[in-house]
């Protein structure tokens, strides 16, 4: 190869490997954000426990009890989300999709990852700004750590075209994205490199999918009945902000 040719390739192969990195660091915060899923709708579901012994209660009261909880939050969760979500825009814009010519299952689930991809964004950005009550309505949106179970139900109270339509499709979306994606996850990193070991995974990408979604909606419809007012339980900790840890952290 000439000194002319080299010098003309280094540009592409620079360009090549941070493309290489930047899609190496997408699928890592997918992995982050899909982990932080999981355990998101796995205590969401408790609430099917009832209030009684408010179960759900005691888990949002433990998460708010963690030291340095912004910021763990932050570096764990937001921020990985936030370059997952820009990142994945272009690829979705720069994606082209061949299941019109090409009717194979691997095209329609990189289909359906697209688009639960741009379902996931607008769902989380209303999910997220509801909760923080930046839609007012009185503050029945809005979430209280304090009174966790029942401002979920208030929540979901408010309008059943939310509580039933737009709360079902994001849960969907979610989890099937969760789960397509933790089975991409694997391929991409060679940790199922053998069509064997690539179903394998798919069989519990696929029990993932059914467990989280079983669990967002049981969430879902568990809140959406039950009746805020009969909800008399809440925490113990002190009005405002973050709770304080067990080290005394805010």
């Not at 982050?32 to 899923?37: A, Q, T």
């Not at 697209?114 to 930046?134: E, M, P, T």
């Not at 029945?140 to 401002?151: G, I, M, Y």
């Not at 075209?161 to 849960?171: A, L, S």
């Amino acid at each position: 190869m000439s000194t002319a040719t080299a010098l003309h390739d280094a540009p592409s192969d620079t360009c090549s490997a941070t493309h290489f990195l930047l899609r190496r660091l997408h699928s890592l915060t997918g992995i982050l954000f899909g982990g932080y899923l999981v355990v998101h709708l796995l205590v969401n579901a408790t609430l099917v426990q009832g209030f009684q012994h408010d179960i759900y209660q005691e888990q949002v009261d433990k998460i708010h009890s963690l030291p340095l909880l912004p910021a763990v939050e932050w570096i764990f969760i937001y921020l990985p989300i936030l370059y997952h979500t820009f990142y994945g825009i272009w690829i979705v814009a720069t994606g082209q999709p061949n299941v019109g010519n090409y009717n194979y299952g691997k095209n329609w689930a990189y289909f359906f990852q697209r688009v639960s991809a741009v379902i996931l964004i607008g769902f989380i950005a209303f999910h997220v700004l509801a909760f923080k009550n930046v839609f007012g309505i009185a503050g029945r949106f809005a979430f209280d750590p304090q009174h966790a179970t029942a401002s979920a139900a208030t929540h979901f109270s408010v309008n059943p075209w939310i509580t039933w339509g737009v709360y079902p499709i994001g849960i969907l979306a979610g989890t099937f994205h969760l789960a397509n994606g933790f089975w991409a996850a694997a391929v991409t990193w060679g940790l199922t490199v053998s069509k064997q070991a690539q179903k394998r995974w798919g069989m519990v990408c696929v029990g993932l999918f059914v467990l989280t979604f079983a669990c967002g909606m049981t969430a879902l419809i568990t809140s959406a009945n039950t009746d805020p007012s009969k909800v008399t339980g809440s925490t113990t900790q002190p009005a405002g902000g973050y709770y304080p840890s067990k080290s005394g952290v805010q």
